[in-house]
Structure formats: C-alpha cells, structure tokens
C-alpha cells in the first residue's frame, strides 16, 4: 500500500503531520514498502548530463537504491532524522531539511529525483529550488506508486474501512487510486509551468503486481499516509478485519501497482 495523502482538494504539503509521519517506524517503512521497477530507473536515467542526483524526501532510500545500484551518485534531503539515519546506515549522503529551506551551498546536480514524496512539497517552492539545483539540460523525474487493486479486493477492504471508525479524513479504496493521484499530479504539473525553468512535463507509467502473504499485507497498512493518527485499538481492529479479507482469498492476495513518472528538461537561461 503506496503513501496516501489528504484528500486531493486539499494542499497536502500543508498537512505536516502526516508528512512528516513516516519516520514513526522507519524500520517498518523500510521493509514493508514496495520498491520500484528496472524500467523507471531507465526512464529517468535515459539521456542524463551526468549521474549526479538529488533525491528529494530519501527516507530510507528506497527511492535512491535503484539509482546508486546503476552507478548513480544520490545526495538525499530529508526532514525526518529517523528515516534520514536509516538511509545513511545504507551508505547514502543525507542532509536533514525540508527541501523549500534547504541550502545548496552552490551545488548543482544532473537530475532531482522524488519518489513518494513530491506531493508533500509546496508546488510553488518546490520548482523553483529545484531550477536552482539542476544544471541545464538535467532533469526533475518525480514518481510515485499507486495500487491498483482488483475491484472486489478493493469493495472486501472498503468495506473494512468503512465498519471501524477510523478517523481518517479519507477512504484509500473508494474510486480509483488513479484519478485521485492524477488531480495531485496535475498541480504538480502545474507548478512545474509556473516555475518557467522547465520544458514540457512528460508523463510515463508502467504497470507490474506484487504478491503479499497476509502477515506481509498488515506490516505494510500502518505505513500508509495517516494511520498513525488511528488509536492504537482501532488500528488493531481494522488490521483484524484486513487480515479476515486475506484469510478469505486464500492467506495470499496479489495487488496490482502503477508507476507513475512525471520529467521535465531544466532548460537553459531561466
């Protein structure tokens, strides 16, 4: 289960508290957390100037590994020092900070890269330090992955959510996953423009599926965006009731994903 944010009519980069959540239980986030596929990281690293990268909002790495994996060199900027410890435990360069207050010293980079994470950062801020990092003809490559699960998966787990009072100011499985990511993608999109230091923004997407085990499913859940805000006794029921949903389709469920990738060319003079 992917990050899942407020709901897309609100500004998710001001709900710190969840943003800024994750780190609660980085080891958790770490293992539990689905990684991302070979053909993203061709994608992004297609027609690079060089392979120095910024991976905005690290966490724990997972976003960078694939990347450090095909000899790219990743600085991450992270504003959770727990999540940012782990990643350097994994040999990475973190600096702790919100990108929007973040200082470059000078710094320049072929690409800034952001999985997960970029809904989280002022649409407006956020361009426009990414402009004054990216040297010209690098590029902005952000992604995320969002389920895809088969529609009577999905009514099984709603129905779930619907009878514990969770407190969540959201559903994560009513409508499509997709179309809710796409209106947070657009604003993106759409600070991308604004910034003026960027080419005509690229959407790509790649679909894939993974299988969970039960026990695999529930460590993932409380990682979602939110959860944590659940009392403790209504989280315990709701994984309850999740862990029902499996045991039902066999003790084994398989959940598809959509990677997502939104890139644009930092051009020259701006």
């Known amino acids: 289960m992917p990050t899942l944010p407020p709901p897309p009519s609100e500004d998710p ?60 060199e990743v600085v991450g ?19 702790i900070a919100r990108f929007e207050e973040w200082s470059p010293a ?13 809904h989280w950062i002022d649409p407006i801020a956020g361009p426009a330090k990414a402009a004054l990092v990216l040297r010209p003809g690098g590029r902005i490559a952000l992604f995320w992955n969002v389920f895809q699960p088969a529609p009577e998966l999905a009514a099984a787990f709603g129905a ?14 009513s409508g499509d996953p997709l ?16 910034s003026g230091a960027f080419g005509e923004v690229r959407q790509w997407r790649t679909d894939w599926a993974r299988e969970y085990t039960r026990d695999e499913w529930l460590d993932l859940v409380p990682t979602s ?31 598809g994903y959509a990677t997502v990738l939104l890139t644009a060319t930092r051009t020259a003079g701006n």
């Open 77 to 95: 900027i992270e504003p959770d020092p727990r999540m940012a410890e782990l990643a350097r435990r994994r040999g990475f360069a973190v600096e």
């Open 160 to 173: 779930v959510y619907r009878r514990v009072e969770t407190g969540l100011p959201f559903d994560p499985w």
């Open 225 to 255: 965006g939110g959860h944590h805000l659940i009392p403790r006794p209504r989280l315990d029921e709701l994984l309850a009731g999740l862990g029902e949903v499996v045991d039902a389709a066999g003790g084994r469920i398989t959940v």
């Open 106 to 118: 000078g710094r320049v980079f072929d690409a800034v890269i952001s999985g997960q994470t970029w």
């Open 179 to 194: 179309a809710g990511h796409q209106v947070l993608m657009q604003r993106v999109v759409d600070g991308l423009a604004r």
């Open 13 to 72: 980069h001001r709900h710190r508290a969840v943003a800024e959540s994750f780190g609660l239980d980085p080891k958790r986030y770490d293992r539990s957390r689905p990684t991302y596929p070979s053909a993203l990281v061709d994608e992004v690293m297609a027609d690079l100037p060089g392979r120095r990268l910024l991976d905005v909002g690290i966490g724990t790495g997972l976003s960078a590994r694939p990347f450090a994996e095909r000899g790219a």
